[in-house]
T-cell receptor, first 115, second 114 residues
Framework: GAVVSQHPSWVICKSGTSVKIECRSL??????MFWYRQFPKQSLMLMAT?????????EQGVEKDKFLINHASLTLSTLTVTSAHPEDSSFYIC???????????FGDGTRLSIL | QKEVEQNSGPLSVPEGAIASLNCTYS??????FFWYRQYSGKSPELIMS????GDKEDGRFTAQLNKASQYVSLLIRDSQPSDSATYLC??????????????FGKGTKLSVIP
């Protein structure tokens, strides 16, 4: 149980393109989903926390107009990287939990490369 | 600010040995603790959860928790080369307004030498 599906797994696109990443909880309802970014050989960095039906809470230093998060249902959250540039190239990972005091389960991640 | 500290490693152990990974946390109110394994280029995978003081065993893995010392550890018995990965320790604590926050350590890189 507790499977989180993330799509796409790999994106290569030109600078200035907007990219949407989907995160779905397949066998549970995720009231809260999390978006992380990880640069090579570095630790996970939490970008934002999204609760179903409400605005996401962004971590300090993360531009909310750059990284648009929508959590419209209990099983789907999306992250849109708007007008992506090479410095946005990274490994983006979502996670979800079904209950407040339970562990997070991670999607397989999306490797984003901006040319 | 809540913090979870881990030795970054790398920790190298020979195949068949016991690997011992340690973690300390700053928030005494933390209630639940988790170990994740992350292979290079992959996302983290939950391998152990522990909620109360003492040991919890699952196959070759044993998690240990000592809340008085604010210390969590993971033992891997009969280490295999396939165990080579970065191990992330995480502590869950109440952050107010009905929210819980999971704080990750930076991870310990384990290398099991054949």
């Amino acid at each position: 149980g507790a499977v989180v599906s993330q799509h796409p797994s790999w994106v290569i696109c030109k600078s200035g393109t907007s990219v949407k990443i989907e995160c779905r909880s397949l066998d549970f309802q995720a009231t809260t989903m999390f978006w992380y970014r990880q640069f090579p050989k570095q630790s996970l960095m939490l970008m934002a926390t999204s609760n179903e039906g409400s605005k996401a809470t962004y971590e300090q230093g993360v531009e909310k107009d750059k990284f648009l998060i929508n959590h419209a249902s209990l099983t789907l959250s999306t992250l849109t990287v708007t007008s992506a540039h090479p410095e946005d190239s990274s490994f983006y990972i979502c996670s979800a939990r079904d209950q407040l005091d339970q562990p997070q389960h991670f999607g397989d991640g999306t490797r984003l490369s901006i040319l | 600010q809540k913090e979870v500290e881990q030795n970054s490693g790398p920790l190298s152990v020979p195949e068949g040995a016991i690997a011992s990974l340690n973690c300390t946390y700053s928030d005494r109110g933390s209630q639940s603790f988790f170990w994740y394994r992350q292979y290079s280029g992959k996302s983290p995978e939950l391998i152990m959860s522990i909620y109360s003081n003492g040991d919890k065993e699952d196959g070759r893995f044993t998690a240990q928790l000592n809340k008085a010392s604010q210390y969590v550890s993971l033992l891997i018995r009969d280490s295999q080369p396939s165990d080579s990965a970065t191990y992330l320790c995480a502590a869950l604590s109440y952050s107010g307004a009905g929210s819980y926050q999971l704080t990750f350590g930076k991870g310990t890189k384990l290398s099991v030498i054949p």
